[in-house]
């Protein structure tokens, strides 16, 4: 089966359905006849696509609003529709772009009338126009392999690599787009480069001492740079222009002054890029051009080389760069001193454009000695299992009997095996200014998510037929509440193709063969001990199972924390598992929270992020391996969590602020227009963004029964219980 993204007619309207295999992501056009689709060119499309079709159509309607850029057909942009609006284009040739879950562009010749409203974008192109449709998936993998020998400067030339990925050195490098995969690292006995990977000369260079952590730290920011990495005693950016900046000389320095440069580059060049292809008004554009200390000629600075953009860069006070900057989307630490196993996972890191930092000590701050007391107390009270005693005793019997509010998911087998980490074996990760953190090394952290190699070895999944499948297996009978809640929620999803598989009673062998089966989501609701999975003809551990196809698995267990990585070794790329034990009620209200965000569009990562703040037991979960898959699309252009709260003097008026979250094809340096705004100018997407004040009635209007989940006055709750709220 091909991995381009294919057209299929739809059962039950008239229109092309789009789907990416690799993504497991739909897009739908709707027309007002029935279409008969053939092949088209691909290679008219200014911009890359993977494959096209030609219709004869005189209506063609996208499903939600969503922003359309009207371009040339050489791809130089005339207008972008963004808002409730109406466009009257005059007969000529065009190219529309729309910003859909699936890349997508449509060619047309002629007329074209467009009207956009808060439910659907509607093109009327005249009698039965010609249309070529053309879909490029987000994908985006390895497209090379580098060898490298356990030596920190060999580190320093794969990294220096690196840029060959990026798509572009202007400006517009900030669309996530447009940054393509860093190669693949393996280690090896010498350092092998491809001869064929073309590496820019931006004339930038990144100076580091030969240790693993300072090369690790400022990889990012030499990719994104264009930037070669070399050895010396100190660290410092240098460049042809005679720019220059000291980064520092102890490693917390060196980490903060990287993270600073990184975000300074990138942020400003989210505001330059509106030179190029994408010239719309941008809120941050406007926050700069205000300041009486800014005077920058925008359009020079789009065409100036990297360095020279770089010199001018860095002479932007401060407190500019901090008016336009945001939360970073991810932060992820490493050991004090790590060690070259960590080389192989950095190309993923990269790619995210995570920030990476060693773990020093000078981190540690008055909130942080709160968190570590927090966690000596919680530790043996919902970490580890009572001891051996009378008392113990008594109330493992009272469980054992109890009703299913109060049941414990932890194993009936006796064993002393704890199935999560030695007290020391915990991490504990600093305070920082960003949306997620995460942890590679020995240990697991209490707050973040524990990388592992293995989760990002599978790059290109097998194809599928669009459909999210997804299997949910409960091995208790007194714990069918969640089973069937999740189904419920799973399959609720009208734009969404489910395939639900829902087992009771599972055998050892047919849950290692349904652990085998490609499924999207393998959810386990039952109980879990050090020794495996409880199931009726006995035990299954995980460290035993040769191969896992599931996408992501959710262990609501108790402890099962081992027999995730397990998994994750084994094939799956993201594990949510539990550190302690549960009981079924909180444990219902996990299961049920993790299914709903997952269906509203927040990855792995995000979702955990929001149970751990927001749930009773949520500090209890932790996803290992990759934090960044998604299990469904979001059903608008990307999941935002919005805090709601009343104002005690004003009954009338509420202040809402949303959050954005990324999602692999919308990542940080995406802009967006939140519509609740009511503005006709876009904003970088992922973050907080500032809160407004909007009357009761107003934001009734705004949301649905089914809308995403919001705070409301510090609780998560749904669409359907905000309007009860209200």
């Known amino acids: 089966m091909s991995l381009h993204p294919r057209f299929e007619l739809p059962s039950d309207e008239t229109g092309l359905d ?63 529709v963004d808002s409730p609006s109406s466009h009257e284009l005059a007969a000529d040739d065009y190219l529309l772009e729309l910003h859909s879950p699936i890349k997508v562009y449509l060619r047309v010749s002629g007329r074209v009338h467009v009207e956009a409203t808060t439910e659907r974008v509607v093109f009327e192109f005249g009698d039965d126009a010609t249309i070529d449709i053309g879909a490029r998936s987000y994908h985006s993998a390895p497209g090379a392999t580098i060898t490298v020998p356990d030596d920190p400067e060999a580190m320093m030339k794969a990294v220096s690599t690196f840029p060959s990925a990026l798509k572009t050195l202007s400006p517009e490098r900030a669309w996530p787009t447009l940054r393509g995969h860093p190669p693949r690292v393996e280690r090896g006995d010498e350092l092998e480069i491809p001869s064929d990977l073309e590496v820019p000369d931006t004339g930038i260079r990144v100076t580091v001492p030969s240790e693993y952590w300072a090369v690790y730290t400022v990889a990012p920011l030499a990719y994104y740079l264009g930037a070669e990495v070399v050895p010396g005693e100190s660290a410092h950016v240098t460049a042809d222009t005679g720019a220059a900046l000291h980064l520092g000389d102890e490693p917390g320095e060196i980490a903060d002054a990287t993270e600073a440069l990184l975000k300074r580059v990138f942020f400003l060049d989210c505001v330059v890029r509106t030179e190029g292809l994408y010239p719309d008004e941008l809120h941050e554009r406007n926050v700069l051009e205000a300041r009486a200390d800014i005077d920058l000629d925008f359009a020079d600075l789009y065409e100036v080389s990297p360095a020279e953009r770089l010199a001018v860069y860095l002479t932007i006070p401060d407190e500019a760069v901090e008016a336009i900057a945001s939360p970073w989307h991810r932060v992820t630490h490493t050991e004090a001193n790590p060690g070259p196993e960590v080389a192989e996972l950095l190309p993923y890191l990269v790619n995210d454009l995570s920030l990476v930092r060693p773990k020093v000590g000078s981190e540690r701050s008055a909130a942080q000695s709160e968190i570590d007391d927090e966690l000596d107390d919680a530790l043996d009270s919902f970490l580890r299992r009572p001891g051996p005693s009378v008392e113990a005793a008594a109330i493992e019997d009272f469980y054992r009997s109890a009703d299913a509010p109060n049941l414990r998911r932890d194993g009936e087998s006796g064993s002393s095996v704890s199935g999560v980490p030695d007290l020391d074996e915990y991490v504990t990760l600093p305070e920082v200014d960003a949306l997620e953190q995460a942890w590679v090394g020995d240990g697991t952290p209490i707050r973040g998510t524990k990388l592992l190699r293995e989760a990002f070895a599978n790059e290109t999944p097998e194809p599928s037929d669009g459909t999210i499948d997804i299997a949910v297996v409960c091995n208790d009978e007194r714990m069918r509440e969640e089973l069937a809640s999740v189904g419920d929620i799973y399959g609720s999803r009208d734009d969404v193709p489910v395939s639900l598989t829902s087992k009771i009673g599972v055998s050892t062998g047919e849950l290692r063969e349904l652990l085998a089966e490609n499924y999207d989501v393998f959810h386990f609701i039952g109980h879990i001990d050090g020794q495996g999975f409880e199931c009726p003809d006995g035990i299954l551990d995980a460290g035993t199972v040769e191969e896992v196809n599931a996408t992501t698995v959710l262990l609501n267990g108790c402890r099962s924390h081992d027999q995730g990585i397990e998994l994750v070794k084994a094939g799956a790329s993201a594990a949510i598992v539990s550190l302690a034990d549960l009981f079924n009620s909180g444990a219902v209200e996990i299961g049920e929270t993790i299914t709903r965000l997952l269906y509203h569009g927040f990855d792995v990562g995000t979702t955990m992020k929001i149970i751990r703040e927001y749930t009773s037991i949520g500090d209890r979960y932790v996803v290992i391996g990759n934090p960044g898959v998604p299990v469904v699309q979001c059903d608008g252009f990307l999941p935002i969590l919005c805090h709601i709260t009343t104002k005690p003097t004003e009954s009338e008026s509420l202040n809402v602020q949303p959050i954005a979250y990324p999602v692999p094809e919308i990542g940080i340096g995406t802009v967006f227009e939140p519509e609740i705004f009511e503005t006709n100018y876009y904003h970088l997407a992922i973050g907080e963004h500032a809160d407004i004040n909007i009357t009761r009635d107003k934001l009734k209007s705004w949301i649905s029964e089914d809308y995403e989940p919001v705070i409301f006055n510090g609780e998560l709750i749904w669409g359907s219980e905000l309007l009860t709220e209200m």
């Open 18 to 80: 789009i789907i990416d295999p690799v993504e497991t992501r739909h897009f739908s056009l709707r027309t007002d006849e029935p279409v008969d689709p053939t092949p088209a060119d691909t290679e008219p499309f200014a911009f890359p696509v993977d494959t096209a079709r030609r219709i004869s159509v005189g209506v063609l309607r996208l499903p939600y609003l969503l922003p359309v850029d009207v371009r040339t057909p050489d791809g130089d942009p005339l207008r972008s």
